[in-house]
């Protein structure tokens, strides 16, 4: 059983404007959830997290969103820029869990000139 | 600084055929993971390691092996191919919440 959900398969957005991507899950023991940023032949690398705890964290254009009572996060990437076409992974893990992470499907960001 | 390095990158085999997959980190995390990542299913979990000398099954662990005699090793075996094993593999280490990852293996089962 799929606990965490992209169901967004794709997304297209103009260069400049701003690229919401999002996730869901069922798991309300998740203690952290992550983002990560997967180019073509080359292995997932970290964008941001954020802790249950928290409904923001914000570095640079990113910016996560977490609402626990809707179990449901975004990824805002603000300006979006060429190079940030790729893959997005949300992923999650609990407290007890050896930091073993659930990873959705993955959402494919084009971001067109 | 390396990271995470996964040999080899790319290899076919032959149904039935056996090999393993080689994981090294050079970061000296604890908790180690084999992941594969298949169309439209993201990566899902196939063993991992908490400590040198530990493994555990993940979520897809039939058919894989693991070992882990060494701190910095994390090696994956695939004692009989089979076709459902075509996959990317990817190798992870980790201390506390982010994981870092290797470029990816490629295997494919003919």
């Known amino acids: 059983d799929q606990q965490v959900k992209q169901n967004s398969p794709s997304l297209s957005v103009q260069e400049g404007r701003i690229s919401i991507l999002n996730c869901d899950y069922t798991?309300?023991?998740?203690?952290?959830f992550l983002w990560y940023k997967k180019y073509p032949a080359e292995g997932p690398t970290f964008l941001i997290s954020?802790?249950?705890?928290?409904d923001k964290n914000e570095d640079g254009r990113f910016t996560v969103f977490l609402n626990k009572s809707a179990k449901h996060l975004s990824l805002h990437i603000v300006p979006s820029q060429p190079g940030d076409s790729a893959v997005y992974f949300c992923?999650?893990?609990?407290?007890?869990?050896?930091?073993?992470?659930?990873f959705g499907a993955g959402t494919q960001v084009v971001v067109t000139p | 600084n390396a990271g995470v390095t996964q040999t080899p990158k790319f290899r076919v085999l032959k149904t039935g055929q056996s090999m393993t997959l080689l994981c090294a980190q050079d970061m000296n995390h604890e908790y180690m993971y084999w992941y594969r990542q298949d169309p439209g299913m993201g990566l899902r979990l196939i063993h991992y390691?908490?400590?040198?000398?530990?493994?555990a099954k993940g979520e897809v662990p039939d058919g894989y092996n693991v070992s882990r005699l060494k701190k910095q090793n994390f090696l994956l075996g695939l004692e009989s191919a089979a076709p459902s094993q075509t996959s990317v593999y990817f190798c992870?280490?980790?201390?506390?919440?982010?994981?870092?990852f290797g470029q990816g293996t490629r295997l494919t089962v003919v």
């Open positions: 992923a999650a893990r609990t407290t007890d869990s050896w930091g073993k992470l659930q």
């Open positions: 954020i802790s249950s705890i928290k």
């Open positions: 992870a280490s980790s201390r506390t919440v982010e994981a870092f």
């Open positions: 798991n309300s023991m998740f203690d952290y």
């Open positions: 390691s908490v400590g040198e000398g530990t493994t």
